[in-house]
């Protein structure tokens, strides 16, 4: 199957920094990335959906300007943690879907953010 | 709004069948999806139906699908250790965003 690679897998920071994850899709080209965050033991909650070459559409209650998507290419998205806070510890999980395929949806291995 | 819903846990023993149970609000839905997740790991994609088909079949998975109740199952046959995980279904709806349940976890003892 395809896959979606997801770097760092982990990543400790200071309050106050930025964090960047970038999330790959390896072996196909996707015109359209999602971005969703996990917390522990509870579902995945659908943060923003990046488009390759435009801005981003973020979902109601999220903040865009702390949550900053770039989709430069079909195979590279990135979602920066700007002046990150503890609250924003979590688990963040990107997905892409193959141009030419609409049905199948395929994950990251998801990084785990923690802020001191 | 979109809704989807699911049991918390299910415990099975090794070798039994196991069904995973599932129930959306979106009847504009058009694919749904079976995720796998592993702790501390991403979300691997087992299976998917399209709104207009009621079973798929892959394997030891078989998909049904109760549009009209808007109730989808996973069976697992033979279920092993190595699928205890926590199981997702997801709803694809407008805008190909994927609206997920609250998860299953499932318990395998041998």
């Known amino acids: 199957g395809a896959v979606v690679s997801q770097h760092p897998s982990w990543v400790i920071c200071k309050s106050g920094t930025s964090v960047k994850i970038e999330c790959r899709s390896l072996?196909?080209?996707?015109?359209?990335m999602f971005w969703y965050r996990q917390f522990p033991k509870q579902s995945l909650m659908l943060m923003a959906t990046?488009?390759?070459?435009?801005?981003?559409?973020?979902e109601q209650g999220v903040e865009k300007d702390k949550f900053l998507i770039n989709h430069a290419s079909l195979t590279l998205s990135t979602l920066t943690v700007t002046s990150a806070h503890p609250e924003d510890s979590s688990f963040y999980i990107c997905?892409?879907?193959?141009?030419?395929?609409?049905?199948?949806?395929?994950f990251g291995s998801g990084t785990q953010l923690s802020v001191l | 709004g979109e809704d989807v819903e699911q049991s918390l846990f299910l415990s099975v023993r090794e070798g039994d069948s196991s069904v995973i149970n599932c129930t959306y609000t979106?009847?504009?839905?058009?694919?749904l999806y079976w995720y796998k997740q592993e702790p501390g790991a991403g979300l691997q994609l087992l299976t998917y139906?399209?709104?207009?088909?009621d079973m798929k079949q892959d394997q030891r998975l078989t998909v049904l699908l109760n549009k009209k109740d808007k109730h989808l199952s996973l069976r697992i046959a033979d279920t092993q250790t190595g699928d205890s995980a926590i199981y997702f279904c997801?709803?694809?709806?407008?805008?190909?965003?994927?609206?997920f349940g609250t998860g299953t976890r499932l318990l395998v003892s041998p």
């Open positions: 997905s892409a879907s193959p141009v030419g395929t609409n049905e199948k949806l395929f």
């Open positions: 072996d196909f080209q996707a015109t359209t």
């Open positions: 990046s488009n390759e070459g435009s801005k981003a559409t973020y």
């Open positions: 979106d009847s504009s839905s058009t694919y």
């Open positions: 139906i399209f709104s207009n088909m």
């Open positions: 997801a709803e694809r709806g407008s805008f190909q965003k994927l609206v």
